[in-house]
């Protein structure tokens, strides 16, 4: 396969949603005769970035921004100065390094890595997973080249001027995903009973607190009943002095989600755009709890759409401690139901998402 001469710089951070559909994009550039080292990550010291990259053999360079905290926060009032020295950073990273291609995935991280592909003439690539842009997003379309995005209806957030630029590829997942283990082995090799019902739970690389409080209060009902429970706590949860039952495993990270998927009979999570990529692509039923922060409500957007079509249950944030017990194990027992909820998530999967966006971004710089 014939190498393509490119050095691609590749913003992608702050929380797992926007770092692994980046990563899975370059997993096919990969595929198709880049190496390793024609990429450069671009990140802050601290996120699940600074840990991942590294690790998967990429080079990895940190930027001094920060997302926005508190408007009357010390961060806050050097934002401005982060920002510009975030810009000269990428800026020389890009000249000295000739990099033909920016890739930003969304989040602070990718605005200085945008303002620089624009500042120096280079192709800039947006990823926009969620059907309502964020800000990073936003402040750069007009700058873009192309801008993928995972929704048809995210047209309707863009200019007209700028809507020529969107290609609708959906949200890429990474390459485990789309050959995970089958049920039976993936329960195996997590030392689970393989004929047991098996409920996945997790808030994403952060933790999700309503979540892990109803867990924490309903866990050992839950394991009662029969359920067999693989629950990803993240960072913000501390398990110490957690009376874990029998047939319960809990962790702050799971490097395998692929595998714990394979495994469950049903996932308990967050509506991130990342989250419903991964349980369209494995076929998973599940039970979303949407966060509701969220700036732009595209958690419940995600929820909407998967509850829509069949695929999930949706619970607000307030009502999960009294509702959570009831909904799994009313899907639990009704074995039907899940398998049918399961085929509509699938009915919704873009397996190729990914392939697509890379072969995109191969023509164009092969011209």
């Known amino acids: 396969m014939r190498q393509i001469d490119a050095r691609i710089m590749v913003a992608a951070g702050g929380t797992g949603g926007h770092l692994f559909p980046a990563m899975a994009v370059v997993e096919q550039l990969l595929e198709r005769g880049f190496s390793r080292d024609q990429f450069i990550f671009v990140g ?17 360079e940190t930027l001094p921004i920060r997302g926005l905290t508190s408007l009357r926060s010390l961060s806050t009032l050097t934002l401005p100065f982060k920002i510009l020295k975030s810009v000269q950073s990428c800026s020389s990273l890009i000249k000295k390094n000739n990099v033909r291609a920016v890739i930003c995935a969304g989040a602070y991280i990718s605005y200085p890595a945008g303002l620089a592909a624009a500042r120096n ?19 750069l379309a007009d700058k873009a080249d192309r801008i993928f995005v995972s929704f048809e209806d995210s047209h309707r957030y863009f200019s007209e001027a700028n809507r020529g630029k969107l290609v609708v590829s959906g949200n890429p997942v990474r390459r485990d995903f789309l050959s995970p283990p089958a049920k039976t082995s993936a329960r195996h090799s997590l030392g689970l009973d393989p004929d047991r019902p098996v409920l996945f739970v997790f808030g994403g690389s952060l933790g999700a607190r309503s979540i892990n409080r109803a867990m924490q209060q309903h866990l050992r009902t839950l394991a009662a009943a029969g359920i ?26 799971i490097d395998d989600m692929a595998t714990a998927y394979a495994a469950a009979d049903l996932v308990l999570s967050r509506a991130g755009a990342t989250t419903a990529a991964e349980l369209t692509a494995l076929g998973k039923p599940s039970i979303l709890v949407p966060l509701p922060s969220a700036t732009n409500d595209e958690q419940n ?8 079509a069949g695929a999930a249950r949706r619970i607000i944030d307030a009502d999960i401690a009294d509702a ?4 799994i194990t009313g899907l639990l ?18 397996p190729d998402a990914a392939d697509n966006i890379a072969k995109t971004i191969i023509d164009d710089l092969s011209h």
């Open 333 to 350: 027992n009704a074995p039907e139901t899940l398998v049918k909820m399961g085929v509509a998530a699938a009915s919704l999967a873009r």
């Open 324 to 327: 959570l017990p009831h909904a």
């Open 121 to 139: 003439k280079r192709r800039l690539y947006l990823m926009q997973a969620d059907a309502n842009p964020g800000k990073a997003v936003k402040a």
């Open 228 to 253: 067999q429970i693989i629950w990803q706590t993240g960072k913000t949860f501390d398990p110490a002095g957690l009376n874990v039952p029998p047939g319960v495993q809990v962790s702050e990270f």
């Open 301 to 308: 957007e995600n929820a909407k759409v998967l509850e829509a």
């Open 44 to 60: 802050t010291p601290d996120k699940i970035e600074s840990r991942k990259v590294p690790a998967a053999g990429f080079r990895y």
